[in-house]
């Protein structure tokens, strides 16, 4: 899939502490940061399957640390299969070899992303609508994470917009990304397209995510978080745009 080398591994261990850094300030955007930065050098694909590790083991724990985790599964199960059913199927695309229409489609998540989050504001869903509007949720995200590895849209602001206290939304946030990186891994491996040397990269990411999630936490004390997401957003927005225009152009 890609060739070893120094300024590979280098640039892997700097860009998973960077994503751990998001993640530790601000408690997501790991493999949103991950697939922007290893995306302007990599194909998506290839990015993609870096991630794969180091988001599961973030993810897990960020799961498993959170209060209610059988009555998570109640609420959101449907959205959960929906987005294994959209990942899996939208996986065709990231791994079709089109890397400028992936490149481009990468590039459109993370500007919606990043511009919906800087001007969004926060509504609540109608609990009555959750029946039939979480399995749609969840299918959109599914499409958009197998197209293009990023899976916070639209995921994200509708959980954000259920109206869980902060250790739930924590925790809801982290089934989503848990079972989203493992529908990926299964859409990657159904195509052949999951090959054991990114494995071995992508464990190797586990290290720098780990200390980067350390020193978010610092960095959290000692900054605003809505400062730090703020300009982290803008930052993002920019990296999305040079994307969206190279796979366009």
Do not use: C, H
Not at 155 to 182: C, H, M, N, R, W
Not at 199 to 222: C, D, F, H, T, Y
């Amino acid at each position: 899939m890609y060739e070893f080398s120094l300024s590979l591994l280098l640039a892997v261990v700097f860009t998973f502490f960077v994503a751990g850094t998001v993640k530790g300030v601000t408690g997501m955007g790991l493999p949103t940061v991950a697939m922007g930065v290893l995306g302007a050098f990599l194909s998506p694909l290839a990015a993609a399957t870096m991630l794969i590790v180091p988001s599961f083991v973030t993810n897990v724990w960020q799961l498993l640390a959170g209060p209610s985790f059988a009555g998570m599964i109640r609420r959101l199960g449907p959205m959960m299969v929906a987005i294994v059913i959209g990942t899996v199927a939208g996986a065709s695309m990231l791994t079709g070899g089109d890397t400028r229409l992936t490149t481009a489609a990468l590039g459109i998540a993370l500007v919606s992303y990043a511009v919906y989050t800087l001007v969004a504001r926060p509504y609540r869903v109608n609990p009555a609508y959750e029946g039939w509007l979480s399995p749609l949720i969840g299918l959109i995200t599914g499409l958009v994470t197998g197209a293009t590895g990023v899976f916070v849209i639209p995921a994200v602001p509708y959980i954000q917009a259920l109206g869980f206290e902060k250790d739930d939304l924590v925790q809801a946030l982290g089934l989503s990304f848990t079972v989203s990186t493992i529908a990926l891994a299964i859409g990657l491996a159904s195509r052949g397209a999951y090959q054991p040397d990114g494995m071995a990269v992508s464990a190797l990411a586990v290290i720098p995510a780990l200390i980067g999630m350390w020193a978010g936490q610092k960095v959290r004390q000692a900054v605003s978080p809505a400062t730090f997401k703020r300009w982290f957003l803008i930052a993002l927005a920019v990296l999305g745009a040079e994307m969206m225009l190279r796979g366009f152009w």
